[in-house]
């Protein structure tokens, strides 16, 4: 993890052009449960997003929280199976990711932007029809027999559509959108969705110019291990065939190919836990991470 000292008002004093490119526009950033860190952590990212809205762009927050909710699990005494890194969620599991996502994570990130002087709401997906969730299976196929077996993972769902109007209503009147990764069925249930794949839609839906994925590595590396700096879809779909690309880096790089085939310009994966993470992605010339475009 690279921490090299970033000057934010010294910075800004040469952003002018990225300024002017952003002015106005929709950036949706993704923050990941492992970016997330400690209290202080989110109040820095807390810092960084009001500050985008008071320099006239207007940010989006969708947030994750798949360690805070192995941590109420384990306080529990509940154990929790992936399948393909989706969790599989039963009736009352559902309950405890409503309460810590929509509960104490959604209003955690909402306070420290809020705090940092910008208004910001947290709702979840079940809030102004905003996801529509459908529920997912995954198929898996027993190497030995080819034998395809569809798994039953409950309450987990991915959005079916997205009504975009409350987070424009939100972003209208200068309050920050914080996203909390649920939504629901057309039974009235509620469904678990992953974060990446929320964070994807709502910019597909809201035409963003820019989808941020904010995690802990420091970007997509090559088969060599490096960072690499840019990458267009057909480059990424190359890395995940030949396989330097695998387990928890396919379902974000698929969700940013999802967003930029949906008109969203450019979609980045960086390090939430370097220090002003998102400033130096949208303010400098060497921004942070893997740019993913069409
Ligand atoms: N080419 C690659 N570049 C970077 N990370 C990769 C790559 N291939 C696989 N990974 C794995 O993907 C992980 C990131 O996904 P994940 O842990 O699911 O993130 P998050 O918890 O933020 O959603 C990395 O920690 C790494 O182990
Ligand atoms: C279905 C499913 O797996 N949902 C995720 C939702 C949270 C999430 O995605 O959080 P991160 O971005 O921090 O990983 C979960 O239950 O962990």
Redesign the pocket.
């Given at each position: 993890m690279t921490d090299t000292p970033f000057d934010p008002m010294q910075q800004l004093a040469g952003a002018l052009p990225f300024l002017k490119r952003y002015d106005d526009q929709i950036i949706v950033v993704k923050y990941?449960?492992?970016a997330m860190g400690d209290e202080a952590g989110a109040l820095r990212f807390g810092r960084d997003i009001a500050l985008l809205e008071q320099v006239g762009v207007n940010p989006v927050v969708v947030h994750?929280?798949?360690?805070q909710?192995n941590a109420m699990l384990k306080r529990l005494n509940v154990q929790s199976n992936f399948v393909q890194g989706?969790?599989v969620?039963d009736a009352q599991m559902v309950d405890v990711?409503e309460m810590v996502?929509a509960g104490t994570v959604n209003k955690q990130v909402a306070a420290a932007i809020t705090r940092a002087g910008v208004t910001a709401v947290g709702i979840s997906g079940k809030d102004g029809d905003l996801i529509r969730a459908r529920k997912l299976t995954r198929t898996i196929r027993d190497p030995g027999s080819n034998i395809e077996q569809v798994l039953d993972l409950g309450f987990?769902g991915e959005p079916e559509s997205v009504n975009p109007r409350v987070l424009r209503l939100l972003i209208g009147a200068d309050i920050v959108p914080v996203v909390a990764?649920v939504g629901v069925g057309a039974d009235g249930h509620t469904y678990?969705?992953?974060?990446?794949t929320v964070a994807g839609a709502v910019a597909g839906a809201l035409e963003a110019e820019r989808l941020l994925m904010l995690t802990d590595v420091a970007g997509v590396l090559g088969a060599d291990g490096k960072l690499i700096p840019e990458m267009t879809v057909a480059q990424v779909r190359a890395g995940i065939e030949a396989g330097w690309i695998s387990g928890g880096m396919i379902p974000k790089v698929e969700t940013c190919i999802y967003a930029v085939e949906r008109g969203v310009k450019g979609a980045v994966i960086l390090d939430g836990r370097v220090s002003h993470a998102v400033l130096r992605e949208l303010f400098t010339d060497a921004g942070a991470g893997t740019l993913i475009r069409p």
């Amino acid at each position: 993890m690279t921490d090299t000292p970033f000057d934010p008002m010294q910075q800004l004093a040469g952003a002018l052009p990225f300024l002017k490119r952003y002015d106005d526009q929709i950036i949706v950033v993704k923050y990941g449960g492992h970016a997330m860190g400690d209290e202080a952590g989110a109040l820095r990212f807390g810092r960084d997003i009001a500050l985008l809205e008071q320099v006239g762009v207007n940010p989006v927050v969708v947030h994750g929280g798949g360690p805070q909710i192995n941590a109420m699990l384990k306080r529990l005494n509940v154990q929790s199976n992936f399948v393909q890194g989706l969790r599989v969620t039963d009736a009352q599991m559902v309950d405890v990711v409503e309460m810590v996502l929509a509960g104490t994570v959604n209003k955690q990130v909402a306070a420290a932007i809020t705090r940092a002087g910008v208004t910001a709401v947290g709702i979840s997906g079940k809030d102004g029809d905003l996801i529509r969730a459908r529920k997912l299976t995954r198929t898996i196929r027993d190497p030995g027999s080819n034998i395809e077996q569809v798994l039953d993972l409950g309450f987990v769902g991915e959005p079916e559509s997205v009504n975009p109007r409350v987070l424009r209503l939100l972003i209208g009147a200068d309050i920050v959108p914080v996203v909390a990764p649920v939504g629901v069925g057309a039974d009235g249930h509620t469904y678990n969705i992953n974060a990446d794949t929320v964070a994807g839609a709502v910019a597909g839906a809201l035409e963003a110019e820019r989808l941020l994925m904010l995690t802990d590595v420091a970007g997509v590396l090559g088969a060599d291990g490096k960072l690499i700096p840019e990458m267009t879809v057909a480059q990424v779909r190359a890395g995940i065939e030949a396989g330097w690309i695998s387990g928890g880096m396919i379902p974000k790089v698929e969700t940013c190919i999802y967003a930029v085939e949906r008109g969203v310009k450019g979609a980045v994966i960086l390090d939430g836990r370097v220090s002003h993470a998102v400033l130096r992605e949208l303010f400098t010339d060497a921004g942070a991470g893997t740019l993913i475009r069409p």
